[in-house]
């Protein structure tokens, strides 16, 4: 049985209770709409750790964008019963005003890895990111928590987080996981239309094509340009930023001198979908 807890307070005994007994605690924080790529981090924390926590929150402090909060799909009946079948033990869903009461005072900023790709298209959205990340570090007190490669600069936040702030928990990053056609998976998704969903993979592809050129040779700037004008002949309305980026730093990189990640944001009908991909 996965056991839904709604306060700090009540979580706080749980995990207390477990570590008295030697446990490790892992955490999965998510913001629901769960899919194949939140269970595949589930069943990582499962295996790696002895107790796992789920967190389901629409952190409304990260969307910039007002719209997208209100339409982020919602179904905790339906994510309870997911989690259910993969033995999680706690679902921790806590109400906005559990996570932000009145008098709450706090930003966390991460600088550097934070500024540019995302960051410098959703302004204040890594702000909100770090800061509840490191309030759900503090109130679920786990040992490990595990991120989606999907979210790749994320990933680079929160491990920058909490290596600068000595919080004593272990990050593991897992892969991203796909449709049959590629497209990674994300909540999101499901606003596509049918026409739209049948263009959304190509975004995958292109990113492919441009990396093997790349690896073969090919001039980044350039090849990221052709590739940025097959999205928008695939069908997108938009590319924010398709760039190449060091692994870790994030930082630009004009030629392919160090292991890479090609990172893109694309606007398909009124979705904006993210992915990301070794080169
Ligand atoms: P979200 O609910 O979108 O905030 O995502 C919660 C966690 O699931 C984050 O660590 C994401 O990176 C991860 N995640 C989302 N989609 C995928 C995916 N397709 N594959 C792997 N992890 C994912």
């Known amino acids: 049985m996965t056991q839904v807890i709604r306060t700090s307070a009540e979580l706080r005994e749980k995990v207390a209770a477990w570590k008295r007994s030697g446990m ?47 339409k ?87 491990r920058r987080l909490v290596e600068d702030l000595n919080i004593p928990i272990r990050i593991i990053g897992c892969p991203t996981i796909r449709e049959a056609d590629g497209l990674a998976m994300s909540s999101r998704n499901v606003r596509l239309s049918a026409a739209e969903r049948a263009q959304a993979p190509a975004l995958h592809q292109i990113m492919q094509a441009a990396a093997a050129e790349i690896r073969d040779g090919a001039p980044v700037g350039e090849t990221l340009m052709n590739a940025q004008a097959a999205i928008l002949e695939a069908g997108f309305s938009a590319v924010e930023y398709l760039e190449l980026r060091s692994v870790e730093g994030l930082r630009p990189m004009a030629n392919l001198s160090e ?18 991909i070794a080169v």
């Not at 890594?126 to 007190?141: E, I, R, S, Y």
């Not at 893109?264 to 990301?276: E, S, T, Y």
Request: glycine share 10%.
């Open 24 to 70: 490790l605690v892992g955490v999965v924080p998510t913001m629901g709409a769960l899919h194949d790529g939140h269970l595949s981090l589930a069943r990582a924390a499962r295996e790696q750790s002895d107790r796992v926590i789920v967190t389901i929150f629409v952190n409304p402090m990260q969307f910039n964008n007002p719209d997208d909060l209100t």
């Open 72 to 158: 982020y799909p919602r179904d905790e009946a339906h994510d309870l019963a997911l989690l259910e079948a993969e033995g999680v033990d706690v679902l921790f869903a806590p109400g906005v005003d559990e996570v932000y009461p009145d008098g709450f005072a706090t930003t966390v900023s991460v600088s550097g890895v934070s500024e540019p790709l995302e960051g410098a298209f959703r302004p204040g959205h890594f702000d909100g990111v770090a800061t509840v990340v490191a309030k759900l570090f503090g109130m679920t007190q786990a040992g490990r928590a595990f991120f989606g490669e999907k979210d790749w600069q994320q990933l680079q936040v929160v």
């Open 259 to 276: 292991p890479a990640r090609m990172l893109v944001a694309a606007q398909l009908g009124d979705v904006r979908l993210i992915d990301n």
